[in-house]
Nanobody, 120 residues
Framework: QVQLVESGGGLVQPGGSLRLSCAAS????????MGWYRQAPGKERELVAI??????NYADSVKGRFTISRDNAKNTVYLQMNSLNPEDTAVYYC???????????????WGQGTQVTVSS
């Protein structure tokens, strides 16, 4: 089985920063695309940032403020969030496409979510 464990959420004032981490563990042959999504109350889940094959993509709303990175040796993905504003308040979910062995296709896994609240 594969598990994604997120950490780093919390309460921060507008203009502040947080760093989210997501570690994948279990039976992992290769972690392919890894990314972060978020869901605010009453809204659909949306892509925040994704990294795959050395490339990264961001939602327009976070470009220039958020940075996604990963440590392949640790199967861990990070999201550095700067200049946070109240519109960033949401539950943030980690997603990873994991290949469990050389002969199987990647499958999508989700973390349990971590709350980020931006408020004064």
């Amino acid at each position: 089985q594969v598990q994604l464990v997120e950490s780093g959420g919390g309460l921060v004032q507008p203009g502040g920063s947080l760093r989210l981490s997501c570690a994948a563990s279990g039976s992992i042959f290769r972690a392919n695309a890894m990314g972060w999504y978020r869901q605010a109350p009453g809204k659909e889940r949306e892509l925040v940032a994704i990294t795959s094959g050395g490339s990264t993509n961001y939602a327009d709303s976070v470009k220039g403020r958020f940075t996604i990175s990963r440590d392949n040796a640790k199967n861990t993905v990070y999201l550095q969030m700067n200049s946070l504003n109240p519109e960033d308040t949401a539950v943030y979910y980690c997603n990873a496409h994991i290949q469990r062995n050389w002969s199987t296709r990647s499958r999508s896994y989700w973390g349990q979510g971590t709350q980020v609240t931006v408020s004064s």
